[in-house]
């Protein structure tokens, strides 16, 4: 089985030890908003290690949507990354555990169907996008 490496960001490293410690009893709302998280696990497109990430909760029909925003910076975070080479995920939604696959919308009325769907979960993605040049990807999950 692959090495689990947590995050370097403190707050990442400990609202993932929070989530899965409790079984997903505590921890599942993003620092001090009260919004829904879930935690995505995946593995590194480098390392082949196990990664595990707090995203905002985006939930539509069965599918979770999962959006590479990191606050509108000019990169996007290091998870894409490991999606767009392994598809397989794992996403604990507070005491659910689902075994999915990631696909990265392409489909310009779907991404816009799941960018308005994520807004209204997270009003903010629409500031952050405004923040950076790049265009913020758009993964969806479903069951295998």
């Given amino acids: 089985m ?3 490496i947590p995050s370097t960001r403190d707050w990442v490293r400990e609202q ?3 989530y899965e410690s409790s079984g997903g009893t505590q921890g599942t709302t993003l620092r001090d908003t009260g919004l829904p998280v879930i935690v ?3 593995r590194g497109n480098k390392t082949g290690a196990i990664r595990k990430t707090p995203l905002m909760r985006v939930k539509v029909g069965d599918a979770y949507v999962l959006v590479g925003s990191q606050g509108g910076a000019p990169r996007n975070p290091v998870w894409v990354y490991n999606l767009r080479r392994d598809a397989n995920v794992e996403i604990r939604d507070e005491t659910d555990v689902y075994t999915m696959q990631v696909r990265e919308v392409s489909d310009p009325d779907e991404r816009a169907r799941l960018w308005a769907a ?3 979960a997270f009003p903010p993605y629409e500031e952050y996008q405004g923040r950076t040049s790049r265009k913020i990807p758009v993964f969806v999950a479903e069951t295998a």
């Fill in 40 to 42: 995505v696990t995946n």
């Fill in 118 to 120: 994520s807004v209204e």
């Fill in 2 to 4: 692959p090495e689990y």
């Fill in 16 to 18: 993932v030890e929070a």
